[in-house]
């Protein structure tokens, strides 16, 4: 595959962004251009969406080089100086664009799916956009980043060694039970001298987003970001009969599984020490050493799926557009982030040898393998894609590439392997449950103090839990225990997403257990599309409903139960 990135026909190719100033003339030129034919209104479409391209590009790079190394400050203040000091600049030139696109008579010959949903998301822009917003969404973009780093500072010591969060995770898949509650307790105390600080971060996060909610007219933040993400496929009342359907018809499953994992254990109730470790007395797997041979066995998975994903992959590293090992200092989690100008995206992870590792990296992989095929749409705006289409693609590639694992595994090992995966895919639809139930909470009642925060959250573990776990001694981790979701501080109501396309990624495997190459060539079909048709015709494309009613939800069930079965 070879991957050019297109020629700059608007903006020069040395273009150093590095004030407010440079950009300005670029906004002049479209605001002020005379338009009055269809190809002069599309070449002003196609300038603006190169225009896009570009200032999203150098934010990402930013913030690529800010995650992966959280220490020093010359990055942390290079993002800061883009989202503080250019970003409100930009604001109100955007909704002046936004004026001008909307008012242009040859709107209305675009008739097409793509170019209406592009214009549906420009008037929603039109109507949410308030001047007294541009310096709290400023400083919301400052603080939020705060996150990132105390979390990427917690370590702890064991044994001689300094170990990140996650690689400390790694010994809680230790048989030996005296150190799994070591460690765990270690973890634990990390967790609790960061608690406070965590908690007053969250809480200055909503009084401004709240705020930002009232200046554009809404009652709460959480109608003001259904807007925002342009949430026109379905309603607040469909997530709460999500939450209703998760506890029916998924909770009962988790508890299936982990009652027999009990059984193994011979145990009354989880200790939370023994959540991670295999109850038949088998060491953690381990499908790699680094992320260096990750990517080899994922780029050899690939390819078997499809000859083009693999070169996807092979054109990522090539460019260097891949930072997969843990390391100190680096942000915690894993990402996928599109790069809509060169078209090639960045994989940012924390790999240290596990097998949730490797679900990760397919799970990244997916997103990456979408921006491929989707690089060539003709506007940036048909490539920016909502979280409900976003996760099919790499929600949908962890369980597609399940079997090509054994690029990893034996034959014994593959099969848990998958075991795990579907477990643990069970597993978090109830977290994804609780965390969406949250933030409606958070947000309906933004003047809620931090302990009835945390007794709401202690009721909402109750409500999603199994009820199968000890928490003795340990109540005050379960009250805190949404601090660990990213998503909350950085990107808030992003999460249900996950929940629904996970029960289309489940579609999408259904259909290849029955015909894997119609699966793999339905699922491409709809990545291709990018965003170019509404989600509920992508996701027919990829051969799943939009659907995560309480009737789909039990259908699937009984697919995994009885999936489950042969993997004994």
Same mark, same amino acid.
């Given at each position: ?175 030996? +039970?005296?150190?799994? !509650?070591?460690?765990?307790?270690? =973890? &634990?105390?990390?967790? *609790?001298? $960061?608690?406070?600080?965590? @908690? ?88 790699? +050493?680094?992320?260096? !041979?990750?990517?080899?066995?994922? =780029? &050899?998975?690939?390819? *078997?799926? $499809?000859?083009?994903?693999? @070169? ?103 099969? *848990? ?152």
């Amino acid at each position: 595959m070879n991957i050019q990135k297109t020629a700059r026909q608007f903006l020069p190719e040395d273009l150093a962004i590095t004030d407010f100033t440079v950009l300005s003339p670029y906004f002049e030129n479209l605001l002020s251009r005379e338009i009055s034919t269809s190809s002069e209104f599309d070449q002003w479409l196609q300038d603006r969406s190169e225009l896009d391209a570009v200032l999203e590009e150098d934010l990402a790079w930013r913030y690529i080089r800010m995650s992966i190394d959280t220490t020093k400050a010359e990055l942390r203040d290079a993002y800061t100086h883009f989202v503080t000091q250019i970003q409100p600049e930009l604001a109100p030139l955007e909704d002046k664009l936004n004026q001008k696109l909307i008012a242009l008579p040859f709107v209305n010959e675009k008739t097409d799916a793509a170019h209406q949903i592009y214009f549906r998301s420009v008037r929603t822009a039109l109507d949410l956009y308030r001047e007294a917003n541009i310096a709290i969404e400023a400083a919301l973009n400052e603080e939020a980043q705060q996150y990132g780093a105390i979390s990427a500072a917690q370590t702890v010591e064991h044994n001689g060694e300094t170990l990140t969060m996650q690689q400390a995770a790694l010994l809680l898949k230790e048989q030996d +039970e005296t150190l799994r !509650q070591e460690v765990f307790e270690k =973890i &634990a105390s990390v967790r *609790r001298t $960061d608690r406070q600080r965590l @908690d007053e971060l969250f809480t200055s996060l909503i009084e401004k987003r709240h705020q930002l909610a009232l200046n554009a007219g809404f009652d709460n933040f959480r109608d003001y970001k259904f807007a925002a993400m342009g949430r026109f496929d379905y309603t607040k009342a469909d997530c709460f009969a999500f939450h209703e359907a998760i506890k029916t018809h998924i909770v009962p499953l988790v508890k299936e599984f982990q009652t027999e994992k009990l059984r193994k254990l011979g145990k009354k109730y989880f200790k939370p020490w023994d959540l991670d470790v295999d109850p038949e007395g088998k060491p953690a797997l381990k499908p790699f +050493e680094n992320g260096g !041979q990750m990517l080899s066995g994922t =780029i &050899a998975m690939f390819e *078997r799926i $499809d000859p083009y994903f693999g @070169d996807c992959l092979r054109v990522m590293d090539k460019l260097g557009h891949l930072d997969l090992d843990s390391k100190t200092g680096k942000a915690p989690g894993g990402y996928n982030y599109p790069l809509y100008e060169i078209g090639v995206p960045f994989i940012f992870m924390n790999a240290v040898g596990t097998q949730r590792d490797l679900e990760t990296m397919v799970h990244e992989g997916g997103h990456a393998i979408h921006s491929f095929l989707s690089r060539e749409l003709k506007l940036t705006a048909f490539k920016n894609l909502p979280s409900e289409v976003a996760e099919l693609a790499s929600m949908s590639m962890e369980l597609l590439s399940m079997p090509q694992w054994s690029e990893f595994y034996n034959q014994t090992d593959h099969l *848990r392997a998958m075991r795990e995966q579907i477990e643990g895919t069970l597993k978090v639809l109830p977290w994804i449950a609780q965390i969406d139930a949250f933030q409606h909470w958070v947000y309906e009642n933004p003047t809620h103090s931090s302990t009835a925060r945390a007794a709401h959250w202690q009721q909402l573990a109750t409500d999603f839990g199994t009820g199968l776990t000890d928490w003795t001694g340990y109540e005050d981790l379960v009250e805190s225990a949404w601090q660990r979701q990213l998503h909350l501080f950085e990107v808030p109501f992003y999460y249900i997403e996950y929940g629904i396309a996970q029960l289309g990624a489940l579609g999408v495997w259904k259909n290849s257990l029955e015909n894997y190459t119609s699966a793999i060539d339905n699922y491409k079909k709809a990545l291709a599309l990018g965003y170019t048709e509404p989600m509920t015709k992508i996701y027919e494309t990829a051969g799943v409903p939009f659907d995560f009613s309480s009737e789909r939800l039990q259908t699937l069930a009984s697919f995994i139960q009885n999936e489950l079965k042969k993997m004994n």
